[in-house]
């Protein structure tokens, strides 16, 4: 087999691995809801049993036998003191039938999260439009990290202004042309960032992400749009994702990888 068929069976093996993580029972299709206590500071959270209130590093959960939680997999009532769910939405300690009740906190600020397999997005989804493998899109990037990490205010999807982690720039030449990205630094050493395009809002989702694996020891790694991804944003509401930071909007048209969502169907 050729070095093209391998490429073109590997990209098609992460599309088919792509779409089944996003469509998985507790994908991000499934998010119904991000709730945040400070818009509840009576404690009632909208859907969800219990009385919920914030005791600095911990979130107190009080609830009765009849709401109906579950606690590591066991009925739950009482107090219990929570930390954040650090793991997969899978391993979240809260449950409430076949749902999952995921804890975060971002700069200070408590939320549940609430995956529901049953959620209509879930149900209608049809799949993503994904552009055919182009090698144009690819190409060989060269990392050059901060001296020291930045931290940058941008919007997020809900409206809120949060700050961005950023490790370094990468830079790649496509079609002759030089560009950079700011991008963040995984815990892994792989690399992730948040761009726009002149696609975006026309042809592709508004924004999207990209995931380099992580450089060599010269800083290289390679950039390939072809698997661009879309943000969990685009598939669910009430996610919280960062726009592109300054800088991160490309000339170019990246017309690769993920574009959007397919049209659903009815449900």
Known sequence: ?????????????????????????????????????????????PGLPGHWAEDGDELILTAAAGDGLALDGQPFAGTVRLAPDP??????????????????????????????PDAAARRAFTGIDVTGHDPRFVAEGRFTPYEKDRTVRVGNADGVERGLGLGGELAFTLAGQEHTLQVSVEGDGSLWAVFADATSG??????????????????????????????????????????????????????????????????
């Open 1 to 45: 087999m050729s070095t093209t068929d391998d490429t073109l069976r590997d990209f098609e093996q992460w599309h088919e691995q792509r779409t089944a993580t996003v469509s998985a029972p507790y994908g991000p299709l499934s998010l119904t809801g991000t709730h945040w206590l400070a818009d509840h500071p009576e404690g009632a959270l």
């Open 87 to 116: 793991g997969p939405v899978t391993a979240a300690r809260l449950g409430l039938g076949e749902r999952r009740l995921v804890v975060l906190r971002r700069e200070g600020l408590w939320a549940v999260r609430d995956f529901d």
């Open 202 to 267: 026309v042809s592709s989702y508004r924004f999207r992400f990209l995931r380099p694996a992580a450089p060599d020891e010269q800083g290289r790694t390679t950039v390939d749009f072809n698997r661009s991804l879309l943000p969990p944003c685009a598939f669910a509401d009430h996610f919280i994702c960062p726009f592109p930071p300054p800088g991160n909007t490309l000339a170019a048209e990246i017309a690769a990888g993920e574009r959007n969502l397919s049209a659903p169907r009815a449900v």
